[in-house]
Structure formats: structure tokens, C-alpha cells
């Protein structure tokens, strides 16, 4: 049977919860000071942005060579979303943490749990006003976007959705760890203190340990901005997706754990530690999957579409042995330019890398620097990192003739020199001015407090 709580709960409408914690979020100075902050910071790296690629526009204008290597996703959207992860990190905890940490200050949460609501609902009703705050933080990269077009720029559908998927996965991973933060501790203070402590931690682990080999590159994975990296790059991979969203419930529901006033410490702590346990299992095991889909206008992630359809039919396993240290230049090459394209589009691949740094530069080693590739029982090696040489060593091996390259699938570019001349009054005078006055307004809007709220 179910417990009186949960059919209080069901016949209690939620938008009233819903439109209390997101009037919480716009009645406070967080959300509108980060806004006004976000406006010059974005603006003068997106015209930023916009000077550097006319200029490289106006020296491709008459070479076609040069006019396929610029691309808006790169040399516009990419900086200027820079800019704005930057604020995010560093600013958006403050905001989160009000969803919470306000009511444990002022001692609101007391009431508030007194309410015909579990804690489970509380924490989502927070998270969804945390969301809505994220995605009203957006109004200066969106702008840019919307100037970019004015300007007469080139936007690609896919390649700018998945760029703001990655961002707003980032947005959300945030706010869960503010609102956890907030769950454990006392004051908004000491909760903004450990979430800046876990965010800028994860720039440590990037700058610290990018590149190093074995438990330090798996350690550097942990790192948050790791999240933004593949959709950063035009990758839509479906195992980051569900592992983020693992992470972000797995804090949600640790805020739940901690914000539950009914429960001892120490019972807490051990549903915590299980709670981390299934949440981190989670993440390893969606980790495994491969789906990965290149939605780059350009295609950079993915070999020529004949080479595309040709290596899909490859059934049998493919076995890469590589004979390179981690950090060596030709490995990262490799494996960008070869290694996960071919994960991407084989069924079975495997890759062995059996070199370290101290083969480099041993003499008689001859094999440093070595690839073997071995398929259907058949081998053959090759020192290159292109995959202009390594494809049709691949089709001999399978003894298949090489495909028929398709006309027409060369990537254009997009060149284009820009009359920036508006940028940097909107972003530091117009939209500033528009932002205060929606602020102004939404003082003025009367609140709702939690003696409003329905009541058991």
C-alpha cells in the first residue's frame, strides 16, 4: 500500500512548487549579476572571434585550398561558448546554490519540508529552477548566435544543437554539484567554497595530467571540462550523454540523502557511499559504449564518406598493435587522424599499445614507431599517422578493391569578413541595459513563499 505521504504528494499540485523555486532564482542578485558579468565577457570574445576570422577570410577569399579549412564551428562558436564555460563555471554555482542554500540560512527549509512533498521532490523541483537559470544564462551566447547570422554567417543545425547539448550537460553537471554542496553544508559560503573547489580542481587535473600515460590519464578523465571536449569537436557520444546524466542524478540524489532531516549521520554516510558506488559503476559501464555520431558539417571526425561505406563492411576483428609511448606527437596524430575513426566505424576493433617512453630513442630498436595492423588471419605494418596510407593498406588486408571516392562531398567552407561595428555596443551597452531592466522588473513581481504552498 502506498504510504500517506506519497498519495498527499500526488493529489498536491507541483507547479506551484515549481514556480516558487524559479521566482526564488529571479528575486535574488546571483542570476542577474553573472548575466551582466556574461555580457561583456562573451561579447568581446565573440567580436574577438569575429576579427580573427575575417581575417583569415580575406586571405582564403581567392584560394579555395584555404577557404575549406574555416569553419564557423571553430572559429566562431567554439571561443565564444569558451567564454561563456568560463563564466559558468566559476559563476553559476552562486545561482544553484541560492535554490538551497538561502532556505538552510534563513531556516525556510524547516517549513519547507513540512510541505506534502518528499525530499526527492524538492531536490528535482531545485534542479528544475537551476535548468530554467541555465538556460536564461544563455541570452549572450544566443545573442552572438543570432548576430552571427544577421552578420550574414554560415550556421549549421546539428553541429550548433550538439555544442549547446554539451554545454547545457556541463550546466546541469554544475548545478547538481552546487546543490550538493549546498545539502552538506550550513552556509551558501562554505557550499560555494567546495563547488569552486571541485571546478577549478577539475582545470588542475587538465593542465596536470593531460597526455600522461596510465593512472594519471584515467584520473584526468575525471575532470568536469572533460564533458565539453567531444561536443566541442562536432561528437555526439552517446556513452558521455547517459554517463553525465548518471552524475547528475547521483548528486541529486545525494542531495536528497543529506537534505532528509530524519535520517542520523552515520546512516547517511553509508547510503551515500552506496549511492557513489552505483552512481560510479554507472558511469563506468556506460563509459563502454562506442555510439559515437560525427555531425560536423565538415566531417572531420569521419573518413570520406566512399571509405565510410566501404570499411562497414568489414566483419572480422581488427587488431592494432602500436609501438608509440602515449605521449608521442605520431600517437596523438594516429590517434586522431586514424584510431577513432576506425572505432567509430568498425564493428570490432582493438588496440594495443605495447611502447613507452623509454623505448624512445633506444638504439636497436627498430620497432619504435611501428603500427601492425592485423585482419582475417593477414598482416602488415606501417609507420604512418594518415589515413591516406593506412586505408588502403586496410582494404588489402580485407582484399578488397579501394573504394570510388564521391564527388562533391569536399567541404566548401565558409569565409566571410564581417562588419563587427555593433558588437561591442550590444554586448556592453544594449543588452546590458535590457538585462537591468528585466531585473528591475522581476523585483517588482511579487514572490512566492512557502506559506503560499498547499499544506498537508
Known sequence: MRSPDVIAERRTPLRPLLMKELRGILNGRALWTMLLIMCPIVGFSFFQALSLYGEASAS?????????GLSPLDGIFVPTFGAFYVTVTLLFPFVAIRALGREKETGTLRLLVQLPYRT???????????????????????SALLLWRMLGGHLHALETLNLLLGHLLYGLLIGAVALFAAAITESAATAAIVTLAVTIGSWI???????????????????????????????????????????????????????????????????????????????????????????????????????????????????????LAPEDPRYVDLRRNVLSKLERVLPDVTIRLVASQSFIGRSGDDSYGEVEYAYAGRTDKSRSTS???????????????????????????????ANAALVLPWFF??????????????RRAPGISVANLPRR
Open 429 to 442: 551597452g544594449a543588452l546590458p541595459l535590457l538585462i537591468a531592466l528585466a531585473w528591475w522588473l522581476s
Open 205 to 323: 587535473l587538465d593542465f596536470a595530467l593531460a597526455g600522461q600515460p596510465g593512472l594519471a590519464e584515467w584520473v584526468s578523465r575525471l575532470s568536469l571540462t572533460q564533458t565539453l571536449r567531444p561536443f566541442e569537436q562536432g561528437q555526439f557520444s552517446l556513452g558521455l550523454v547517459l554517463g553525465t546524466l548518471a552524475a547528475i542524478v547521483g548528486l541529486a540524489e545525494l542531495a536528497t540523502l543529506w537534505l532528509h532531516s530524519g535520517v542520523v549521520v552515520r546512516a547517511k554516510l553509508v547510503r551515500s557511499l552506496a549511492c557513489a558506488a552505483i552512481t560510479g559503476a554507472l558511469v563506468l559501464l556506460v563509459a563502454q559504449l562506442r555510439t559515437s555520431i560525427d555531425v560536423t558539417e565538415d566531417r572531420r571526425n569521419s573518413f570520406p564518406a566512399a571509405d565510410q561505406r566501404a570499411l562497414a563492411a568489414l566483419r572480422e576483428p581488427l587488431v592494432i598493435t602500436v609501438h
Open 387 to 417: 589515413h591516406r596510407e593506412i586505408l588502403p593498406l586496410l582494404y588489402g588486408l580485407a582484399q578488397m578493391p579501394l573504394p570510388t571516392p564521391i564527388a562533391g562531398e569536399d567541404y566548401p567552407g565558409y569565409p566571410l569578413v
Open 60 to 68: 582564403a577569399s581567392d584560394q579555395a585550398a584555404l577557404a575549406s
Open 120 to 142: 526527492r521532490t524538492l531536490i528535482i523541483a531545485k534542479a528544475a529552477a537551476v535548468a530554467g537559470a541555465w538556460l536564461i544564462a544563455l541570452i549572450p551566447a544566443v
